[in-house]
């Protein structure tokens, strides 16, 4: 950037001297003159080559404020991410932890767990559960295509409802029409990785290039840009906290999830709904995986039934 606005900067130089040079070159009409005429043309163009300079000082002072502004709006544009000071956060903690909503709940059947790690790590744009109120999130896990998904959004579209679909770089790849359709429905669209890698078991490059090379995928394919990330497994660190926020990123976990990812062995679908809906709460998060069966099958009635308790699916921004 710094060779850029040198080589900017010269040409606006250049420029304003070419005209100086017309300027002062300029010559009287008059064949005749006198002294005094002569003394008065000298100051004249003294006073005028003092007004030029001032002027042109001014000028060359915008011009250099203009072309810095351009080439910072250029350089910003051309990469879609925030500086990451590695060093600052590898100061933090690397402790890998692990999520899971399970254990104890208040009186508003919020877990304690997720309230615990909501006001500890916040901080860094990290939403284990959502404020308390009637407004409630539905994401969906997408790590591979199982038949489903189509299903999930026909009865999204019909119940009007949004949600954020954590999709990998593989399935990005594979399903572009589906994603496509997310994208066009008004859901949003998520970052879940590239290799679906734990993060804390990688240097803080290699997670941000994993992280990166989905958002930048992304943004070429299908011109969207991902500002909400799901971290692998929910197994996050500190330092991978920070970093995720220091790439434009809110980190999303979830204050309800169950066993729903085993293909082969599917919760019977009246027990799922139960189970889903007697855990409702104030500003739940709640993750299901699109690969099940059973989610597709009532996910119609449980969004019919946390409205009759008075909540509201909105959009996560």
Request: aromatic share 10%; charged share 20%; proline share 3%.
């Amino acid at each position: 950037m710094k060779a850029k606005k040198t080589l900017a900067l010269s040409l606006a130089l250049a420029m304003l001297l070419a005209l100086s040079g017309c300027t002062s070159g300029g010559k009287s009409s008059s064949g005749h003159s006198s002294t005094a005429s002569s003394s008065s043309s000298k100051a004249s163009s003294s006073s005028a080559a003092s007004s030029f300079a001032g002027e042109s000082s001014s000028i060359l002072s915008d011009l250099e404020s203009r072309l810095e502004s351009g080439l910072e709006s250029m350089d910003e544009s051309a990469s879609p991410t925030m500086s990451t000071d590695f060093a600052e956060i590898g100061a933090l903690s690397g402790e890998a932890l692990g999520w899971g909503p399970g254990g104890p709940v208040d009186s508003e059947n919020r877990s304690q767990g997720a309230i615990a790690y909501q006001e500890k790590y916040g901080k860094y744009d990290a939403y284990f559960i959502a404020p308390s109120s009637e407004k409630i999130y539905l994401t969906f896990d997408e790590g591979y295509e199982n038949g489903y998904t189509a299903d999930i959004l026909d009865t999204l579209k019909e119940k009007g409802v949004h949600a954020v679909f954590f999709v990998t770089l593989p399935y990005a790849k594979e399903q572009p029409e589906l994603v496509q359709r997310m994208i066009e429905e008004g859901h949003t669209v998520g970052n879940h990785s590239n290799k679906h890698i734990t993060y804390p078991s990688l240097s803080l490059e290699e997670a941000k290039e994993d992280l990166m090379s989905l958002h930048q995928y992304m943004l070429d394919t299908y011109q969207y840009k991902m500002t909400v990330f799901r971290f692998p497994e929910g197994n996050f660190s500190e330092q991978t906290l920070a970093m995720v926020q220091s790439c434009g990123y809110k980190s999303l976990f979830w204050s309800f999830a169950y066993k729903d990812w085993y293909v082969d062995q599917q919760p019977d679908p009246s027990d799922a709904l139960s189970s889903m809906l007697n855990k409702a709460h104030p500003g739940a998060i709640y993750l299901l995986h699109a690969v099940s069966s059973t989610n597709a099958q009532v996910l119609g009635d449980f969004i019919d039934g946390m409205r009759e308790k008075g909540y509201v699916f909105s959009d996560f921004a």
